[in-house]
């Protein structure tokens, strides 16, 4: 199975703050890396697929970039709706993985 | 709306069974990848099983031989069917569909349905 591992597990960060998000594949999964954004009691909401296409009505201060076994997760400017858990996946093969997350808090 | 919706989720006994169901809206369950995703309490995702559109199934390690995922395609509704729980098993489970343009990315969730495995 590919194992994703992402950094930080969690992080603190004011609003207007640039935050960057990684994730790393334990082999080359190509582009095939999806990013998604949960919050609590909330069902996972898709931000971006194929490492760096925007899903539709996601705002573009988020971007995403990488290929291979590393991939970046980048918000430009933190507002305060984007605090949240942050979750990679890969969909390389099956089965499919996530890596751990990363909680994004309010400094 | 393009939308799924679970049901079945509750409180069962370890040794118990449970079938939850995922009705899917403005779309073919038949002819999409669709994927049960479970997340414990407090934990991160976890991916369960998935039915492909020529019925071909998976299953994480975890649950093989335990869980079975399936589709009625006149009631456009996909199933999980889970024997033999296990306290472990406890967590919140999400179907969701992998989109076809978004190189299998899971693009429509469902809202969740809670199962809770204990005596």
């Known amino acids: 199975d590919i194992q994703m591992t992402q950094s930080p597990s969690s992080l603190s960060a004011s609003v207007g703050d640039r935050v960057t998000i990684t994730c790393r594949a334990s082999q080359t999964i190509s582009i095939y890396l999806n990013w998604y954004q949960q919050k609590p009691g909330r069902a996972p909401k898709l931000l971006i697929y194929?490492?760096?296409t925007l899903q539709s009505g996601v705002p573009s201060r988020f971007s995403g970039s990488g290929s291979g076994t590393d991939f970046t997760l980048t918000i430009s400017s933190l507002q305060p709706e984007d605090f949240a858990t942050y979750y990679c996946?890969?969909?390389?093969?099956?089965?499919?993985?996530f890596g751990q997350g990363t909680k994004v808090e309010i400094k | 709306e393009v939308q799924l919706v679970e049901s079945g989720g509750g409180l069962v006994q370890p040794g118990g069974s449970l079938r939850l169901s995922c009705a899917a809206s403005?779309?073919?369950?038949?002819?999409?990848?669709m994927s049960w995703v479970r997340q414990a309490p407090g934990k991160g995702l976890e991916w369960v099983s998935v039915i492909y559109s020529d019925g071909s199934t998976y299953y994480a390690d975890s649950v093989k031989g335990r869980f079975t995922i399936s589709r009625d395609n006149s009631k456009n509704t996909l199933y999980l069917q889970m024997n033999s729980l296990r306290v472990e098993d406890t967590a919140v489970y999400y179907c969701a569909r992998e989109g076809r343009g978004e190189l299998g990315a899971f693009d429509i969730w469902g809202q969740g349905t809670m199962v809770t495995v204990s005596s």
């Open positions: 996946q890969q969909s390389y093969t099956t089965p499919r993985t």
């Open positions: 403005e779309f073919t369950v038949r002819t999409n990848y």
């Open positions: 194929a490492a760096s």
